[in-house]
């Protein structure tokens, strides 16, 4: 084994400053996974534990609590930006792990676009504050003054983060992104063959300038002891071994202290081929590329990858073949940095031992070698020779075959590297029998071009994973694969898979807040959440016969500087005539009889008679509320919530009563959205229709400000 001069020891990042720990400190050599080369020393002994958490309970807490949820969203976009223009930097390192560029992309790349999406979707689908309600009201007293609805509101602790050391740079900004919107503080622990290059991105971030204070802190070595600092203010975020996760979960600090713990851990993951996917259909080829991408990104080391391939049994030669020719054309094995290299050496030595401990059980067990060998392999090295490389962590890909579907071997055993095992199946429900014996999965994948067998698998097997991808003809090409978690959608699963959930939008964000039940008086209530509640007070403008005070300007005049939620508008009755509703219809072509016939309105039970049409009474409200001069509303961009509650007859009367109930300025523009309460009630006091009307409109009035008709 080859070594350098001198190594460094990669530092923690912890109190807003870089730390390493003292010389002559205990530490473990990473290792270059396809030369052996020391590349550095990771440790982090001497490290304060419980500095570094009360340093993002308190100046961590406090930094981010000075931005709302849009402005923390946003930052994650501008970080993203930054990482992006750097990401180079980070390639060159994540080679040294035995990453390709096709691994980069996923792990890199995959991790900045993880930022770009919660950004967009946390200040498209949040409220620009600090407080998020959580449903609708719900009415505790009989005249309405007591009322009840949810909040959530951040946890008041850290986010603790474990990470694996399969993906150094997604693993850890897929957790960072949620716990950052949600404001609060991260604290990462990266594996030690990787966190290296989990230092690196961490640096990068630090050197953009756009980290709050306290808000992102890096442990760079052993973190023993640190749930013993932690308390029920506090999460922690794991992925890693089973054995691992239940150690975490049996600490009386979980136990008993409250601590938060999610786990994301081992899972014998299943592609299943439907009956109807023989050879020569797009399903046969799609299937067969599937398990072979799985096998070899990131040489086989995702939570994520296809460990059983479960088949017709009628079938599993011909894929056992097709999956063995598809490995021997695709697949060159060696340094990532030498031209043409596919897949790339495991992440360490020992995790080649364990890979291959594994597969030795495997085989003795029953399991038969279809490809591949255990023999270190001959790879191409970095300057393109081919060699056997005795210090690199090499390995050829495997794919064993089993005679013995119900071989517990096959259903229990993992082999974290490029190897998957494939079994037969009778029929359908013997398919789904075999996936649930995985004992709790991430993800598997149907591939069918059957809906009946599609659906039929699916609801079979979705009780046992967290995520089932369906693969036929029609996403062979767009699928983002059954390996690949998107930020949209949860990723985690039952049982073996640890029970835990990550990603799925702003799901994530919310495990890092607190719902907490909420009661009082609609005008506490609003002040609360900042969100107008039925009841509160409201500074009315418009017809005084329905509550308006003079001198109350109408709310459409009001910039988001002005306008205030409870800021509102009520109108004077208008009248609606058969002849307004006729000539509705036929302008509109909505003839609907209960609209234009009176003698079979009469006879539906829900009308008096001919009646006013939902939409007719919709855009006389806006006639009703509109401003129409020039102002600070600049559009209307939709309606939400529309209900039609009391029909309006021909000599009926409608006025509306408009609110101002939630105001979201956008950090990025001059302009932001109001959702307006509307409700249309009859001459006789009764609810017609209510709905939420959505505009935008300027912060500041100035396009129209000095406007001249």
Not at 36 to 60: I, K, M, P, S
Not at 239 to 265: D, I, M, W
Not at 383 to 389: I, K, L, N
Not at 680 to 696: F, G, M, P, W
Request: glycine content about 10%; aromatic content about 6%.
């Amino acid at each position: 084994m080859t070594t350098q001069t001198a190594v460094h020891t990669v530092p923690s990042y912890v109190l807003d400053q870089w730390w390493t720990p003292e010389e002559g400190s205990r530490t473990n050599d990473v290792l270059d996974a396809s030369t052996g080369e020391v590349l550095a020393h990771f440790g982090a002994e001497g490290l304060d534990l419980a500095a570094v958490l009360e340093h993002g309970r308190t100046v961590g807490q406090r930094s981010l609590g000075e931005l709302t949820l849009h402005e923390r969203a946003l930052r994650l976009k501008e970080l993203a930006l930054y990482l992006n223009g750097r990401r180079e930097e980070l390639y060159e390192l994540s080679h040294r792990t035995g990453a390709t560029k096709v691994d980069n992309m996923v792990d890199i790349d995959g991790g900045i676009g993880v930022l770009f999406t919660f950004s967009s979707k946390g200040r498209r689908e949040l409220p620009n504050a600090n407080v998020i309600q959580d449903g609708g009201i719900e009415p505790l007293s009989k005249d309405g003054s007591f009322i009840g609805t949810h909040v959530y509101t951040r946890i008041p602790g850290v986010a603790v983060q474990v990470n694996a050391f399969n993906f150094p740079v997604w693993g850890m900004l897929e957790k960072f992104a949620p716990a950052f919107i949600a404001g609060v503080p991260t604290v990462v622990k990266p594996a030690t063959p990787t966190g290296y290059v989990t230092e690196a991105a961490v640096r990068v971030m630090v050197e953009s300038g756009l980290l709050p204070a306290g808000s992102l802190q890096l442990i760079s070595g052993s973190a023993r002891g640190l749930l013993d600092v932690m308390d029920y203010r506090d999460m922690m975020a794991f992925t890693g071994s089973a054995s691992t996760a239940q150690s975490l979960k049996s600490h009386p600090n979980v136990v008993t202290g409250g601590v938060r713990l999610t786990a994301e851990t081992d899972s014998l993951n299943a592609a299943i081929l439907g009956p109807d996917a023989v050879e020569g259909t797009p399903e046969f080829d799609a299937f067969v590329k599937a398990v072979v991408t799985e096998m070899t990104v990131k040489a086989g080391q995702k939570c994520t990858a296809i460990r059983r391939a479960i088949v017709p049994e009628a079938q599993r030669e011909a894929v056992g073949r097709a999956i063995a020719a598809r490995l021997e054309q695709r697949v060159v094995v060696g340094d990532p940095r030498a031209e043409g290299v596919t897949m790339g050496a495991l992440a360490s030595l020992g995790q080649l031992q364990d890979v291959r401990g594994a597969v030795e059980d495997m085989i003795a067990a029953g399991g038969e070698l279809a490809y591949g060998s255990l023999d270190a392999p001959t790879v191409r090295t970095a300057s393109g020779e081919q060699a056997v490389v005795e210090d690199g962590a090499f390995m050829s890909p495997i794919l064993l075959t089993w005679a013995d579907a119900e071989n517990e071997v096959v259903h229990s055993r993992e082999a974290f590297g490029p190897v998957s095992s494939l079994i037969g199946y009778s029929d359908v429900a013997d398919a789904i029998r075999l996936a649930a014996r995985g004992s709790g999965s991430l993800v598997a994948t149907v591939c069918t071009n059957d809906p009946d067998v599609a659906r039929e698998l699916t609801v079979g097997i979705a009780g046992h994973h967290g995520r089932v991808h369906l693969l036929n003809r029609e996403t062979a090409k767009t699928s983002t694969g059954h390996g690949s978690p998107v930020p949209h959608l949860v990723h985690g699963g039952p049982g073996r898979a640890g029970g835990g959930e990550e990603l799925g939008g702003i799901r994530s964000v919310m495990h890092h807040m607190q719902r907490t039940a909420l009661q009082g008086s609609p005008n506490l209530l609003t002040a609360v959440t900042g969100v107008w509640q039925t009841g509160a007070d409201r500074r009315i403008a418009g017809s005084e016969a329905y509550g308006a005070e003079p001198g109350n300007v109408h709310p459409f005049r009001k910039s988001l500087a002005e306008l205030r939620v409870g800021d509102a508008l009520a109108s004077d009755l208008r009248q609606v005539t058969q002849e307004d509703i006729t000539a509705f219809a036929h302008t509109t072509g909505d003839t609907f009889y209960a609209h234009v016939n009176p003698k079979a309105a009469e006879a539906n039970p829900f009308f008096p008679g001919t009646v006013a049409h939902g939409y007719l009474l919709v855009a006389w409200g806006a006639g009703l509320f509109v401003e129409p001069a020039p102002g600070p509303v600049l559009a209307n961009y939709g309606l939400e919530n529309l209900r039609f509650i009391t029909p309006v007859a021909a000599g009926d009367s409608i006025r509306i009563t408009l609110t101002a109930k939630k105001i979201t300025p956008r950090v990025t523009d001059d302009y932001g959205e109001v959702a307006w309460d509307a409700v249309i009630h009859n001459q006789r006091d009764e609810i017609v229709a209510t709905y939420d009307v959505l505009t935008l409109v300027e912060k500041e009035d100035t396009i129209y400000k000095d406007w001249q008709d």
